[in-house]
């Protein structure tokens, strides 16, 4: 008679459901993994995305990217000056994390920006466009230069390299439309249009 | 459109999501007929009737020009243009103050009559059926006329838009909700046969299947004219409720087809064409008469004044020209307000003219316009979200406004509210929620704003860094020494261009510029010393 369990069939079929399990284990490991990673990307992404892109380094990084993934690795979250409140609200619904104050070590809120070229003092010494973490500015060596306006973020790093101190940072011009405001509390009237000149 | 399969002349009424029922105060404006206006001394005719569309004046100051003279040229075959209301001499052409929403300076044309009134001859037409389509629609160009009902979008491109788009259905809106207004009312009431000559002027330009003119179920007298001149026309007659806003855009489609146009959709895309009844009147004048649009129906109504009246103003008439006709009491007058009382804003200044969209000017007293009590916390009782017609959630719009949760407020469709002030009107806590709603819609304005110029800065970042691992990759490439043995040419990174060399240049360029600071900072002081604060103006004039 033969046993009708054959022993080698149990070891076989114990060591294919081995193999089964780890692999398994592996192909699920591998999956956690690229999801973990994709998150993290997409939170970076998200998080760049709330950044005000002025890529100033006030933060203390290199620029508004490095400075969102050291966000998502649990830096804290009030260290742009250029984003003001809103960026540290923003940031703080995303993470689900308290609003605070700006922290005064990185800076102060400023009005927006624009660095502009004193064209007749400038020696044509390429410093500020080496400097400008947006390619805002058009010149070449030993050439006139200029602050393309649209492009330029206002981040004051083209000032301190230029030799010999033509370039300054003038505000960009207020806004003159009329805009709506958020009532007061206690200050709303019905019928008339409430604007900051 | 499948209710209007059977329209019923007159007889059913259609009614609108939420709404509210103010007291209606049109009874004092309509005690007498539509007043001719007597001749101001001074008109003052903005050049910007519609934001888009801008005119130049195609005459000076000094020029003498008669009555529905075109007084402006422009690049647009379609842009509304300005014709004298009288004739007279041009005072002059400058920025004046206007009422656009808010008091604003824009370039006007000012006329001063000289009372004769001497006006160019027009070709009147009389039977419009015998002219082509168009001759018509020229005509309509000609007139530059405006949307009367609010926005003041040219005519001429409305129709435009409607002859190539599959315009099915054309609205004659007369549902005058805003309960000061009369303007529309007086107009039918005495008018209604040349309102619906009009629509079917229009009807005819825009090649619409079918033409209905709604009224609000409340407006009697005009309901009777209307009816009796529908007996000549093939225009069909709608009523609705008599809520406010029965009359926004929107809401009187859904009331009269039974169809909710898609949140951003325009109603054009549905085949709809709408235009208000004041407009129609004008389009139907500018085609019969041969004339111009230099006048328009204005209300002016209000406490404060001891007759108020409908008047035919001319465009350009100052408001407190208007206000006299009826005799303002001073005492009692606290403010003006352009426009309805639920719509309208109040002028801080009266020395704005009238325009083709000036429907309504009430001199309101104290008792008219009380002041806003103070805001309290919201109950939560939800009867904003009853009254509004978009049915928006408006206590929840509220709370996100106040804490400027941007991406809540679009969720919630904060974008589709019409800002009818319907949800302010019932709120027992005195919430001026439209400002909320207003305030709120500018932060999602500004915030996309934002956002693009920060993608295109994030994106020129990249770009940069890009350039910069470039760069550097090149530049180890050519440290390489087999390769590029001595082709390369002179630059700044080939030994041939020594460290001294390029020091020496730099040192030389700075002590130029040095001594253009010097010769600059000398001019300066030799100039007028107290104008050193702006030292870059003087220097760019050397
Ligand atoms: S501080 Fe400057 S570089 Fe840092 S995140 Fe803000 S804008 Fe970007
Ligand atoms: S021009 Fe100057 S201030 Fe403007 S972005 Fe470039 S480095 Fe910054
Ligand atoms: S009506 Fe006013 S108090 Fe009531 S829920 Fe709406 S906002 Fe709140
Ligand atoms: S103002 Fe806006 S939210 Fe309020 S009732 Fe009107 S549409 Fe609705």
Same mark, same amino acid.
């Given at each position: 008679?033969?046993?009708?369990?054959?022993?080698?069939?149990?070891?076989?079929?114990?060591?294919?459901?081995?193999?089964?399990?780890?692999?398994?284990?592996?192909?699920?490991?591998?999956?956690?993994?690229?999801?973990?990673?994709?998150?993290?990307?997409?939170?970076?992404?998200?998080?760049?995305?709330?950044?005000?892109?002025?890529?100033?380094?006030?933060?203390?990084?290199?620029?508004?990217?490095?400075?969102?993934?050291?966000?998502?690795?649990?830096?804290?979250?009030?260290?742009?000056?250029?984003?003001?409140?809103?960026?540290?609200?923003?940031?703080?619904?995303?993470?689900?994390?308290?609003?605070?104050?700006?922290?005064?070590?990185?800076?102060?809120?400023?009005?927006?920006?624009?660095?502009?070229?004193?064209?007749?003092?400038?020696?044509?010494?390429?410093?500020?466009?080496?400097?400008?973490?947006?390619?805002?500015?058009?010149?070449?060596?030993?050439?006139?230069?200029?602050?393309?306006?649209?492009?330029?973020?206002?981040?004051?790093?083209?000032?301190?390299?230029?030799?010999?101190?033509?370039?300054?940072?003038?505000?960009?011009?207020?806004?003159?439309?009329?805009?709506?405001?958020?009532?007061?509390?206690?200050?709303?009237?019905?019928?008339?249009?409430?604007?900051?000149? | 459109?499948?209710?209007?399969?059977?329209?019923?002349?007159?007889?059913?009424?259609?009614?609108?999501?939420?709404?509210?029922?103010?007291?209606?105060?049109?009874?004092?404006?309509?005690?007498?007929?539509?007043?001719?206006?007597?001749?101001?001394?001074?008109?003052?005719?903005?050049?910007?009737?519609?934001?888009?569309?801008?005119?130049?004046?195609?005459?000076?100051?000094?020029?003498?020009?008669?009555?529905?003279?075109?007084?402006?040229?422009?690049?647009?075959?379609?842009?509304?243009?300005?014709?004298?209301?009288?004739?007279?001499?041009?005072?002059?052409?400058?920025?004046?103050?206007? &009422?656009?929403?808010?008091?604003?300076?824009?370039?006007?044309?000012?006329?001063?009559?000289?009372?004769?009134?001497?006006?160019?001859?027009?070709?009147?037409?009389?039977?419009?059926?015998?002219?082509?389509?168009?001759?018509?629609?020229?005509?309509?160009?000609?007139?530059?006329?405006?949307?009367?009902?609010?926005?003041?979008?040219?005519?001429?491109?409305?129709?435009?838009?409607?002859?190539?788009?599959?315009?099915?259905?054309?609205?004659?809106?007369?549902?005058?909700?805003?309960?000061?207004?009369?303007?529309?009312?007086?107009?039918?009431?005495?008018?209604?046969?040349?309102?619906?000559?009009?629509?079917?002027?229009?009807?005819?330009?825009?090649?619409?299947?079918?033409?209905?003119?709604?009224?609000?179920?409340?407006?009697? &007298?005009?309901?009777?004219?209307?009816?009796?001149?529908?007996?000549?026309?093939?225009?069909?007659?709608?009523?609705?409720?008599?809520?406010?806003?029965?009359?926004?855009?929107?809401?009187?489609?859904?009331?009269?087809?039974?169809?909710?146009?898609?949140?951003?959709?325009?109603?054009?895309?549905?085949?709809?064409?709408?235009?208000?009844?004041?407009?129609?009147?004008?389009?139907?004048?500018?085609?019969?008469?041969?004339?111009?649009?230099?006048?328009?129906?204005?209300?002016?109504?209000?406490?404060?004044?001891?007759?108020?009246?409908?008047?035919?103003?001319?465009?350009?008439?100052?408001?407190?020209?208007?206000?006299?006709?009826?005799?303002?009491?001073?005492?009692?007058?606290?403010?003006?307000?352009?426009?309805?009382?639920?719509?309208?804003?109040?002028?801080?200044?009266?020395?704005?003219?009238?325009?083709?969209?000036?429907?309504?000017?009430?001199?309101?007293?104290?008792?008219?316009?009380?002041?806003?009590?103070?805001?309290?916390?919201?109950?939560?009782?939800?009867?904003?979200?009853?009254?509004?017609?978009?049915?928006?959630?408006?206590?929840?719009?509220?709370?996100?406004?106040?804490?400027?949760?941007?991406?809540?407020?679009?969720?919630?469709?904060?974008?589709?509210?019409?800002?009818?002030?319907?949800?302010?009107?019932?709120?027992?806590?005195?919430?001026?929620?439209?400002?909320?709603?207003? &305030?709120?819609?500018?932060?999602?304005?500004?915030?996309?704003?934002?956002?693009?110029?920060?993608?295109?800065?994030?994106?020129?970042?990249?770009?940069?860094?890009?350039?910069?691992?470039?760069?550097?990759?090149?530049?180890?490439?050519?440290?390489?020494?087999?390769?590029?043995?001595?082709?390369?040419?002179?630059?700044?990174?080939?030994?041939?261009?020594?460290?001294?060399?390029?020091?020496?240049?730099?040192?030389?360029?700075?002590?130029?510029?040095?001594?253009?600071?010097? &010769?600059?900072?000398?001019?300066?002081?030799?100039?007028?010393?107290?104008?050193?604060?702006?030292?870059?103006?003087?220097?760019?004039?050397?």
């Amino acid at each position: 008679m033969y046993p009708l369990i054959d022993t080698a069939l149990i070891r076989l079929l114990l060591w294919a459901f081995l193999l089964l399990a780890l692999l398994g284990l592996g192909v699920t490991a591998m999956r956690y993994w690229r999801r973990k990673l994709a998150d993290q990307h997409s939170l970076v992404d998200r998080i760049n995305a709330l950044l005000p892109q002025t890529q100033c380094g006030a933060c203390g990084f290199e620029g508004c990217l490095p400075y969102a993934r050291a966000i998502a690795n649990g830096q804290a979250i009030n260290q742009c000056p250029p984003g003001g409140d809103g960026t540290i609200i923003r940031l703080g619904n995303l993470l689900n994390e308290l609003p605070r104050t700006l922290n005064p070590a990185h800076g102060v809120v400023v009005e927006p920006r624009v660095a502009f070229i004193r064209e007749d003092e400038c020696i044509g010494c390429t410093k500020c466009i080496r400097a400008c973490p947006v390619d805002a500015i058009l010149g070449g060596p030993k050439l006139m230069h200029t602050v393309i306006a649209r492009e330029c973020t206002g981040c004051d790093l083209c000032v301190e390299p230029c030799p010999v101190d033509c370039i300054e940072m003038r505000p960009l011009g207020p806004d003159h439309s009329p805009r709506w405001v958020l009532p007061n509390s206690g200050s709303g009237t019905r019928t008339s249009l409430e604007v900051t000149r | 459109m499948s209710k209007l399969a059977h329209p019923v002349r007159g007889r059913r009424v259609h009614g609108i999501a939420g709404g509210i029922t103010p007291a209606a105060n049109k009874a004092a404006s309509l005690r007498s007929r539509i007043m001719p206006c007597p001749l101001a001394p001074l008109y003052t005719l903005p050049l910007t009737q519609y934001k888009s569309v801008p005119l130049t004046p195609a005459v000076q100051a000094g020029d003498y020009v008669q009555k529905y003279q075109r007084l402006t040229t422009s690049a647009n075959p379609d842009a509304a243009h300005v014709h004298a209301p009288t004739s007279g001499r041009i005072a002059a052409i400058r920025n004046c103050l206007i &009422a656009d929403r808010v008091e604003t300076l824009a370039p006007c044309i000012e006329l001063v009559p000289d009372g004769a009134d001497t006006a160019l001859g027009c070709s009147p037409v009389p039977d419009f059926r015998k002219l082509p389509t168009s001759e018509l629609f020229q005509r309509i160009i000609d007139a530059g006329i405006c949307g009367m009902g609010g926005a003041g979008f040219p005519v001429a491109q409305k129709l435009r838009l409607a002859q190539s788009a599959d315009c099915q259905l054309l609205i004659i809106n007369a549902v005058e909700c805003e309960p000061f207004i009369s303007a529309d009312h007086a107009l039918l009431r005495e008018r209604a046969a040349d309102v619906l000559l009009g629509a079917e002027i229009v009807q005819t330009v825009c090649r619409a299947a079918r033409c209905v003119i709604a009224l609000k179920r409340d407006m009697h &007298a005009a309901i009777s004219a209307t009816r009796s001149a529908l007996a000549h026309s093939t225009v069909e007659m709608l009523l609705v409720d008599s809520k406010y806003p029965a009359g926004a855009e929107r809401q009187l489609i859904e009331a009269v087809t039974g169809m909710q146009l898609p949140a951003g959709s325009l109603p054009l895309e549905a085949g709809i064409l709408m235009l208000n009844a004041g407009t129609t009147y004008a389009c139907g004048q500018a085609v019969v008469t041969g004339s111009p649009c230099i006048s328009r129906i204005t209300t002016l109504t209000g406490s404060a004044l001891t007759t108020p009246k409908n008047f035919e103003a001319l465009i350009g008439t100052p408001v407190t020209f208007l206000l006299e006709l009826c005799g303002v009491k001073q005492h009692d007058h606290t403010a003006t307000v352009l426009g309805g009382s639920l719509l309208g804003v109040e002028l801080a200044s009266l020395a704005v003219p009238s325009t083709q969209t000036t429907n309504c000017l009430i001199a309101a007293t104290s008792a008219d316009l009380p002041q806003s009590e103070p805001e309290l916390a919201c109950i939560r009782c939800g009867y904003c979200a009853d009254v509004c017609p978009v049915r928006l959630l408006p206590q929840q719009l509220h709370a996100f406004a106040r804490n400027h949760a941007h991406a809540q407020l679009q969720d919630y469709g904060l974008t589709e509210c019409i800002e009818c002030g319907a949800c302010d009107y019932v709120c027992p806590s005195h919430i001026p929620l439209v400002q909320y709603f207003r &305030a709120g819609k500018q932060e999602l304005r500004d915030a996309t704003r934002h956002f693009e110029q920060a993608e295109s800065w994030r994106t020129r970042f990249q770009q940069h860094q890009y350039r910069l691992k470039r760069e550097k990759e090149s530049a180890r490439e050519r440290r390489r020494p087999e390769s590029q043995p001595t082709s390369a040419p002179v630059s700044r990174h080939s030994p041939a261009f020594s460290r001294e060399q390029a020091q020496n240049e730099i040192a030389a360029a700075v002590a130029r510029s040095k001594a253009r600071q010097q &010769a600059r900072t000398n001019r300066l002081l030799a100039s007028v010393p107290k104008s050193s604060g702006d030292p870059e103006d003087s220097g760019g004039v050397a």
